[in-house]
């Protein structure tokens, strides 16, 4: 019954925002390393952002640096991706999942060991 549900996708135009969630249900997300991952149609999956669990440090990806941002509400066991000024390219599926490490570069991070995934919710960002 641990599972992790994404929402807020959805479509934009560039330059506009939206703001992921990412629900945990049957775990705790407050000591966990959370990364968020995209997938776009014919491409690797790749690595966002992470939050580590006991420090809370946070890693991004160089191609979102600057324009996401990655947060934890213990409160409502859910971590969040803002992302800021959307590019066509950030056009995706993404993913949150639970793990143990960051890693590094983040771009690569799904190389590491993740446990548990959601379902995704898709991002388009369209004129």
């Known amino acids: 019954q641990q599972q992790l549900v994404e929402s807020g996708g959805g479509l934009v135009q560039p330059g506009e925002s939206l703001r992921l969630s990412c629900a945990a249900s049957?775990?705790?997300?407050?000591?966990?390393?959370v990364g968020w991952f995209r997938q776009a149609p014919g491409k690797e999956r790749e690595g966002v952002s992470c939050?580590?669990?006991?420090?809370?440090?946070?890693n991004y990806a160089d191609s979102v640096k600057g324009r996401f941002t990655i947060s934890r509400d213990n409160a409502k066991n859910a971590v969040y991706l803002q992302m800021n000024s959307l590019k066509p390219e950030d056009t995706a599926v993404y993913y949150c999942?639970?793990?143990?490490?960051?890693?590094?570069?983040?771009?690569?991070?799904?190389?590491?060991?993740?446990?548990?995934w959601g379902q995704g919710t898709q991002v388009t960002v369209s004129s």
């Open positions: 939050i580590s669990g006991s420090r809370g440090s946070t």
């Open positions: 999942a639970v793990g143990y490490t960051c890693g590094v570069p983040v771009e690569a991070a799904i190389r590491g060991r993740w446990d548990y």
């Open positions: 049957g775990l705790t997300l407050n000591y966990v390393t």
